[in-house]
């Protein structure tokens, strides 16, 4: 049995690198085409275990970006400066910023050199669904359409999922998603290569808001700023993001000599709203799997789903493996796997955006993470980046970890 990727994102590609590693050649078809460039709206700044992932998908981690030195938590006029936290997993690692075009292209490219056949400019239309079971999926490159076999299937065709709707997953509306926008733009203040958090965004004066703003370089030349907000906030639809991302600019443009007009940056910026925190449901079927942003797995006090979307196009690729050797039932393995993963640390997440988004809880959150011994503490906890030695992030997780599996979800 041959499995059908839709999606050649981090999770569709570190499945396919993950079936070819282990002998199961597969299909992955993305609708991107082959002449446009691959630049999905994205921070492209990755945690210490994604960059530990890439390495174990046999990625030259090294010559794809820039390591990161240090990371500046800013609050009301406060700012505290931290290493970048790293966890027992990834070693020593620290992050790494890249353009997401590099990323896409070295992923695909490893797939393709392990001899996945990968098809750029293909989008999958609609499931061929008998019995519960996907038997085909109807694709089309622009010009012709075409049905390609898929006895089993991963579908991993980011946030909107379309294909993912097509085959019945859906979003759990009372649960948080968040917003993000983002615009890349020249800059001159080259003497550092950290990224700074702003952790004190507000719709109005003491209106705080469950989010924060971002600024870091990719590259000499450029520097990528950006705004997230949760969904948790009060009237959420209405937050502007285009209005909190031109303040957070002209607050932030002569430190790092940016010269571009603010408000003409901001218009011009481009984002999306990430379902997040395992709010996708079903991500397993009786023949296909979901994984990374269509099954709603980035990070929900952060955002960042580039690790997720690695980490679960690993597994789901371990299990299709298992499945295309055995049967399609060996699929079941799937979601306990994913919750052993994540399931804890999403569920504390989730209950701690529904705090922060009110301005009371953003406040004092952003008031503890610009303290010493706040700061590390929170990087750790919001990343789930713990050591097995021990720590205040680590003794917070484990006593959340037991009042979440008690407490209601809302
Ligand atoms: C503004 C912004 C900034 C962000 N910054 C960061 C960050 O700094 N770090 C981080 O870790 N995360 C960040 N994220 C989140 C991150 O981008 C996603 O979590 C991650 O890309 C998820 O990977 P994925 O493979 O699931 O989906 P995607 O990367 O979205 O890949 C999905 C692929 O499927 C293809 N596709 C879609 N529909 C079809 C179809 N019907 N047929 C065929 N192909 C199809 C698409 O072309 C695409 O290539 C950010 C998100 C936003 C919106």
């Known amino acids: ?186 800059y001159t203040a080259l003497d550092r290569f950290g990224v700074e958090f702003h952790l004190d965004l507000e719709r109005g004066p003491g209106d705080g808001l469950p989010g924060f703003g971002w600024v870091f370089p990719v590259d000499d030349h450029t520097v990528n700023i950006g705004v997230q907000v949760a969904s948790t906030a009060r009237d959420a639809t209405a937050v502007n993001l285009h209005l909190l991302l031109e303040r957070l600019l002209e607050r932030v443009a002569g430190s790092w000599g940016i010269t571009v007009d603010p408000a003409e940056a901001a218009e011009r910026a481009e984002g999306a709203r990430t379902p997040v925190g395992d709010s996708i449901v079903p991500v397993a079927g009786p023949n296909f799997l979901v994984a990374g942003d269509a099954a709603g797995h980035a990070n929900p006090l952060t955002g960042t789903g580039i690790e997720a979307a690695l980490r679960l196009g690993i597994e789901a690729g371990e299990v299709l493996a298992a499945a295309s050797r055995t049967a399609p039932d060996a699929l079941q393995a799937y979601v306990p796997r994913v919750r052993a993963i994540h399931a804890d640390h999403h569920k504390t997440g989730r209950q701690i955006v529904r705090l922060t988004g009110r301005p009371l809880g953003a406040r004092l959150l952003a008031a503890l993470a610009t303290t010493p011994w706040g700061a590390p503490t929170v990087m750790r906890f919001a990343l789930a980046e713990f050591r097995s030695s021990g720590g205040v992030a680590e003794t917070l997780h484990s006593a959340a970890r037991l009042l979440g599996r008690v407490a209601p979800e809302a």
Do not use: Y
Request: proline share 6%.
């Open 1 to 186: 049995m041959r499995p059908l990727i839709i999606g050649g994102g981090p999770a569709g590609t570190a499945a396919a690198i993950t079936l070819a590693e282990r002998g199961v050649p597969a299909r992955l078809i993305d609708r991107r085409g082959v002449a446009a460039p691959i630049d999905k709206a994205c921070g492209g700044l990755l945690t210490p275990r994604a960059v530990h992932l890439l390495g174990s998908l046999g990625l030259e981690v090294a010559s794809l970006g820039r390591p990161i030195d240090f990371v500046d938590l800013v609050a009301r006029g406060r700012r505290q400066r931290i290493k970048w936290p790293t966890s027992t997993d990834a070693g020593e690692t620290t992050g790494i910023v890249v353009s997401r075009g590099r990323l896409d292209s070295a992923l695909l490219d490893r797939a393709s050199e392990l001899g996945v056949e990968v098809e750029l400019g293909r989008e999958a239309i609609e499931p061929i669904v008998e019995r519960g079971f996907v038997r085909g999926v109807r694709t089309s490159n622009g010009e012709q359409e075409s049905t390609e076999p898929a006895e089993l299937l991963l579908v991993a065709d980011g946030a909107n999922s379309t294909f993912g709707r097509e085959l019945g997953t859906s979003r759990r509306q009372d649960w948080p998603s968040v917003s993000a926008l983002r615009v890349t733009l020249p």
